[in-house]
């Protein structure tokens, strides 16, 4: 099967009624169609315009002229390439998809490497096709590329104040079994308990920022970021909030001292945009839950010119940073503990 015919046969799977096809040339797309969607072409180059049999528009694919929600579905064959920031189209893509909408693009690296992608994009994100890879397109990195991509995806929202407990609650199962949670505190029953109320001291520690981030429909991870610039809390919450670790880790209260202090001796200087802490309910993991609480601010980041910094406990939480543009350091650990990776995400 063609490129094309396999792209309308994907959309006419999904149901797709209402199509833009970003890059259109002389209607490739529409002819591999069957008869009942509607394509609508949009292309920059007049000859193309002109080729493509209507419904067809001239314009740029970073700005769109449709309406909001306009479309079921958006495609964008070898398209990205061409742009010299692929995440202003991906963004417009993203606003004239109706909710639940579909994204297909494929793209080709700046080497000639050829990539497949098809995403869909709405309650259920997947993407599927191709070397499982990304590399840069021009100026914009594959982690902003996938940054945007999980944007689509998922609805995440900033938590407000009713979320506090359970914002706690989801990041503390997140980290039951996390290998520096489990040597911390060795005891499972002990660790359940330990984990609630060290995550909701935190969470309400944090919640000045407003920079905590959740699920759109219930709490089934969060994300909590200190913003780029911004202390994570002041001297006097900062001393209170190392004693109350005393009481919560006794008898290991040394193990998260030593913790704290490894990292603490590797900690960026340059402002950047810190994620404490981000974790995923244990049954709902994999799904792109935790890409797309990642999104909001790393595209601040990239908007703002920002870095961005973390700490990854486990080697699977960091290839999902490293999926996002993050760099892994040479990993630190207290004496006797598991490792941790201090990972940096340079500038856009």
């Known amino acids: ?119 869909r994009h709405g309650d259920n994100t997947r993407a599927t096709g191709g070397p499982d890879r990304v590399r840069a397109h021009r100026r914009s990195t594959a982690g902003a590329i996938m940054t945007i991509l999980h944007a689509l995806g998922t609805d995440v929202r900033r938590a407000g104040p009713g979320d506090t407990a359970a914002v706690g609650s989801v990041l503390a199962a997140a980290f039951t079994d996390d290998p520096v949670f489990r040597w911390l505190v060795p005891d499972a029953g002990v660790r359940a308990a330990t984990n609630r109320e060290f995550f909701h001291v935190l969470v309400d520690l944090l919640a000045s920022h407003d920079d905590t981030w959740t699920t759109a429909v219930g709490v089934h991870g969060a994300a909590l970021w200190v913003p780029y610039g911004h202390e994570a809390m002041s001297e006097e919450a900062g001393a209170g909030f190392a004693a109350r670790l ?44 935790g890409s797309s609480l990642l999104a909001p601010v790393l595209e601040r980041a990239d908007r703002c010119g920002h870095p961005a910094y973390l700490e990854a406990t486990s080697p699977r939480s960091r290839a999902l940073y490293e999926r996002h543009g993050f760099v892994a350091a040479t990993p630190i650990a207290a004496p006797g503990g598991p490792p941790l990776w201090p990972m940096w995400r340079p500038a856009a």
């Open 1 to 119: 099967m063609s490129l094309y015919g396999e792209v309308a046969s994907r959309l006419a799977a999904l149901g797709a009624r209402r199509v833009l096809d970003v890059g259109c040339a002389d209607g490739v797309l529409r002819s591999a169609m069957p008869p009942g969607p509607v394509v609508v072409g949009l292309d920059v180059a007049a000859a193309m315009v002109r080729a493509h049999p209507p419904p067809v528009v001239r314009g740029e694919a970073a700005r769109l002229p449709f309406a909001d929600a306009a479309f079921d579905a958006v495609t964008a064959i070898d398209v990205l390439y061409q742009l010299a920031d692929p995440r202003h189209a991906l963004r417009e893509a993203r606003r004239v998809l109706r909710r639940g909408g579909t994204l297909l693009a494929r793209s080709i690296a700046a080497d000639d490497c050829r990539l497949r992608r098809c995403a």
């Open 246 to 289: 005393s009481e919560l880790f006794h008898p290991h209260a040394d193990r998260v001292e030593q913790v704290i202090a490894a990292m603490e001796r590797v900690h960026p200087t340059e402002p950047h945009e810190y994620l404490w802490f981000l974790g995923v309910a244990p049954d709902v993991q994999g799904r792109g839950i």
